[in-house]
């Protein structure tokens, strides 16, 4: 259903992570708080970057090339999106986890290019996740309203023409630099753990299990 729209696709969360195993980083992918654009520079040039460069041109996802800025995200956002998926595996059964789907960058359809970062597909739910790194801890800022708000209305969009028994969930994560230099910022790895730890509760509980086989505190 998705996969003519998304940059990339994938049949198991197993497919993801051994994608982004392939991506073969020497010493580890690191967030940093430096910008953007100077982290990309530093890898313009790695096979990682060129392979995604290559898979969103190749689906014509924009108007125009992606930029370095964007390719960074994306892999800061497959570095979270991993430790996600570990996260999964210690909560789900497996025979579970392994029907779920995934698609990265997927366009909404008559959206005027409107991207999700990704759909996560379990038997008749959707998640639409998206992610976001800010240099200064989230809940002092409008980031989370900004996201939500954006999610909103991707799920308004895709509500016109999803089939009426698919049922569409919305999460923002917002995440934070967790080097700076070669620095491991300690505060900020840990909110990051944290909050990764409460989408995989929020995953589990409300894409993975049934209505009402779970207890609202």
């Known amino acids: 259903m998705f996969e003519s729209n998304a940059m990339i696709s994938f049949n198991t969360l197993n497919d993801f992570q051994q994608f982004y195993d392939d991506f073969d980083f020497y010493g580890g992918w690191r967030i940093t708080d430096s910008p953007i654009n100077e982290r990309g520079n530093l890898v313009r040039n790695s096979s990682y970057i060129i392979l995604l460069r290559e898979l969103f041109n190749r689906k014509h996802l924009f108007r125009r090339s992606v930029s370095i800025g964007e390719l960074v995200s994306f892999v800061d956002n497959y570095y979270l999106l991993y430790k996600l998926i570990d996260k999964l595996k210690k909560r789900i059964p497996e025979e579970k986890l392994k029907k779920a789907r995934l698609y990265s960058e997927y366009r909404v359809f008559m959206s005027k290019n409107r991207r999700v970062d990704f759909i996560f597909e379990y038997e008749d739910k959707l998640l639409l996740l998206e992610f976001r790194i800010s240099n200064t801890f989230p809940n002092i800022s409008n980031i989370w309203q900004k996201k939500e708000a954006e999610l909103l209305i991707y799920k308004e969009l895709l509500s016109n023409y ?34 990764l730890e409460h989408l995989a509760k929020y995953i589990d509980l409300f894409i993975f299990q049934k209505r009402g086989d779970y207890l609202i505190e």
């Open 162 to 195: 999803l089939p009426d028994d698919k049922e569409i969930f919305i999460y923002a994560f917002i995440g934070m630099p967790e080097y700076q230099g070669n620095k491991r910022i300690i505060k900020h790895a840990a909110y990051n753990e944290n909050n």
